[in-house]
């Protein structure tokens, strides 16, 4: 008897917690669907985000029909121009000198660079890039900077050559960055630079790493993980 009331306690728990968690999916679901940006596996193609960027500009479709009518250089300055120089994209840029005179080589957008549908620039390798740090504008209008990456870990084991991707993470918005996913650094680990969004802290650590300077990534305990430094 009292083996079979537990049993049944133990089912009516488990329903419950079964509930709330797909309660919270949900919820979580619906604020990607309203904040998240477009990614390459919805049916969106590069010429309906170009139309998108023309309109955001107040220029018309037919001005802007192609990546290669409008420079890198000058998608920069209009990017700057939506979000402002003082936001974080702005300051971001001002790392590397001004929109006028970026002193990074540009690595161009591929398709493949968005690894899932979540619109995280997650798929650089290090085998895209030919310089340790490098810069694009995604499909959508957002800023990212790859860095081509090595490191140890704590205990001197060194870990394969990866790449971290630090992006606009929304279309219009420069204060929300972040980063995706490092290929080949340590990925069973699924530690980043960034865990969630980009800092004061971070972006001080953002601005050492580009530097050449040595930075130390901890784990979730806030515990020193590894030291990363750019690939020379």
């Known amino acids: 008897m009292g083996i079979g009331f537990t049993h049944l306690n133990y089912e009516s728990v488990c329903q419950t917690v079964q509930k709330k968690i797909a309660s919270i ?52 300055q209009k990017l700057v121009a939506e979000v402002g120089e003082e936001s974080l994209t702005g300051r971001v840029i001002k ?33 895209d890039m030919e310089h340790s740090v490098m810069w694009g504008i995604d499909p959508w209008n957002r800023l990212y900077i790859a860095t081509k990456i090595e490191g140890t870990t704590i205990n001197n084991r060194k870990l394969e050559p990866g790449v971290e991707t630090f992006f606009q993470r929304y279309t219009n918005d420069g204060n929300v960055w972040t980063s995706g996913h490092h290929h080949g650094l340590d990925d069973s680990s699924s530690i980043s630079i960034i865990s969630s969004r980009m800092d004061e802290s971070i972006f001080a650590q953002f601005q050492r790493l580009v530097k050449g300077e040595e930075i130390t990534v901890t784990n979730y305990r806030d515990e020193p993980f590894y030291k990363v430094t750019l690939v020379k």
Do not use: M, R
Not at 43 to 71: D, G, I, P
Not at 95 to 124: C, M, R, S
């Open 25 to 76: 999916q949900g919820y979580i679901q619906d604020i990607e669907k309203k904040y998240k940006s477009p990614s390459p596996t919805e049916e969106k193609t590069v010429k309906t985000a170009e139309s998108s960027f023309a309109a955001s500009n107040n220029t018309s479709a037919a001005q802007v029909t192609s990546a290669e009518e409008v420079s890198s250089l000058q998608k920069l």
């Open 95 to 127: 790392t590397f000198g001004d929109v006028h005179a970026f002193n990074l080589p540009e690595l161009k957008w591929q398709d493949g660079f968005h690894a899932g549908g979540t619109g995280y620039v997650d798929g650089i390798s290090p085998s």
